[in-house]
């Protein structure tokens, strides 16, 4: 039997993934821009904005040399330098490879990425120094009710200085729970966080589940 559970997931990919897209073009430009108004010259501007992405294009790009290496697709093709395009955007780099028939090692190929990036995000942290100084200013404006983040594949709530921190969940895969220091994820539902901010400035968060999280065939 097939549930709509196993559809959500993808409905909120699809949901999500224009906003995303134009919210990376007002990055891209807003950055050149930025470069552009610094220098007053495109080629200064053009190396400011490469440098800032620098980094990512690189996780990227050899999270898809590494993965058709593994199914002994061969590149054709690789770049680190950014080109220019017929419709006067720039290409930040990349990695030809040659033609993939088999769509499984194009799939593949082309979500690794997400494998690698994933990781390399998710060891971005706060040294104890910043987190105590960022609970510093914190303190000083309380007009900041809360700091709402996500996703960590599991609803967390915490402080910081005095000032509650709230991780929103995952839309389909959480954190098992587990006393060990060995994380694992688990099928669980999707959630979204409902924020409420009250007459009295107290602000009320509620995490909702969205169906079962079971997957059925």
Not at 13 to 31: D, G, N
Not at 109 to 121: E, K, N, W, Y
Not at 176 to 197: D, N
């Amino acid at each position: 039997m097939f549930s709509f559970d196993l559809l959500i997931p993808w409905i909120t990919l699809a949901v999500v993934l224009v906003p995303l897209l134009y919210v990376q073009r007002w990055i891209h430009r807003h950055l050149f821009g930025m470069g552009y108004l610094l220098s007053k010259e495109k080629h200064a501007a053009t190396f400011f904005y490469y440098m800032l992405l620098l980094p990512g294009v690189v996780l990227h790009e050899f999270s898809h040399y590494m993965m058709a290496g593994v199914f002994n697709v061969r590149s054709t093709r690789f770049t680190p330098f950014p080109e220019a395009q017929e419709d006067g955007s720039l290409e930040m780099g990349f990695v030809q490879l040659e033609e993939v028939k088999n769509p499984v090692y194009a799939a593949f190929i082309g979500v690794a990425p997400l494998l690698t990036g994933i990781g390399a995000m998710d060891a971005i942290g706060l040294p104890e120094a910043d987190r105590e100084a960022l609970a510093l200013v914190l303190s000083r404006f309380r007009c900041v009710r809360r700091v709402v983040g996500g996703h960590v594949h599991r609803a967390c709530f915490g402080l910081l200085g005095r000032c509650p921190v709230f991780a929103c969940p995952s839309t389909h895969l959480q954190v098992a729970l587990s006393s060990g220091s060995e994380l694992s994820l688990e099928v669980a539902p999707p959630s979204f966080a409902l924020h409420v901010v009250l007459a009295g400035g107290e602000v009320v968060t509620l995490v909702q589940p969205v169906g079962s999280g079971a997957l059925f065939l």
